[in-house]
């Protein structure tokens, strides 16, 4: 590990510039939350994580803690891919993020510790400079609040379609949407819209839009459905402006549903 700190190397290999560090948030982020699953709930579920980590580097990481292989171990061996490529950068800070990260998450740190711990790579200048004051607090308290939000409804059962009580009905239809067909739904109406629509459902029905968004999405939306409220009538809007769009893209064919043809939810 020492080889990594020694000498002038480790400071110009991890320099990079202040965006580039920004960029690098997501990913501080996600070794987080990865920390607090596997200190709460453990290998399953951190498990069911890899299917969203496109970076071999770092699904290779989490498949080795998930083995429980000897955490020295996995440190020799991320540190040796490490070592072999020619990282500068961006692309040495995330690895770095990544290999302190897979550490902490093995030796199960407090989420206190692992934000200081990942924080430290991007230097003293960028956290005083750019960052507010308790920016790591704020947000380790974010994560652990949206991490814990998503395993609850990761644990929520899937609604009884045929007893499900919403207003309009219709709406129930969007339980027979697949993950892509969500997907080009939440392209094309404001996060704000979906939070309205979603706001009073059982946890359940909810699961389906957060399944299916991408993390970022998922984030902003779990922010504004914990900071607003909604009255009954912004939800009815809100659905009914959902389902206008499920009828364009089922009337474009992009999306299909089996037994619906266009104008069956107007």
Do not use: W
């Not at 990282?87 to 995330?94: C, I």
């Amino acid at each position: 590990m020492e080889e990594f700190y020694e000498g002038n190397e480790f400071t110009d290999r991890i320099r990079c510039r202040s965006r580039e560090k920004e960029e690098s948030i997501d990913l501080v982020e996600r070794v987080l939350k990865y920390s607090i699953i596997y200190g709460d709930e453990g290998a399953d579920f951190l498990a069911e994580e890899l299917k969203y980590i496109e970076d071999p580097f770092f699904k290779l990481g989490l498949e080795l803690v998930i083995e429980e292989t000897d955490p020295n171990e996995v440190h020799s061996i991320l540190s040796r891919h490490i070592l072999s490529g020619d990282y500068h950068g961006k692309d040495f800070l995330q690895k770095m993020i990544i290999l302190e990260g897979i550490s902490a998450i093995q030796y199960k740190y407090s989420p206190y510790i692992v934000i200081e711990i990942l924080l430290s790579l991007f230097g003293e200048d960028y956290i005083v400079d750019n960052k507010e004051e308790n920016y790591s607090q704020n947000l380790v308290e974010f994560i652990l609040k949206f991490t814990k939000y998503i395993l609850s409804l990761k644990k929520a059962k899937q609604p009884d379609f045929e007893n499900l009580s919403i207003n309009p009905k219709e709406f129930r239809k969007i339980l027979k949407c697949d993950t892509k067909s969500i997907q080009k739904i939440a392209r094309e109406v404001d996060n704000i819209f979906i939070v309205r629509a979603i706001n009073s459902l059982e946890p359940g029905f909810k699961k389906i839009f957060y399944d299916s968004i991408g993390e970022r999405a998922a984030k902003i939306l779990f922010k504004k459905e914990m900071e607003l409220a909604y009255t009954p009538e912004e939800e009815l809007e809100a659905r009914s402006r959902i389902l206008f769009i499920l009828n364009k893209l089922i009337q474009s064919g992009e999306v299909i549903i089996e037994g619906s043809d266009y104008g069956l939810f107007l």
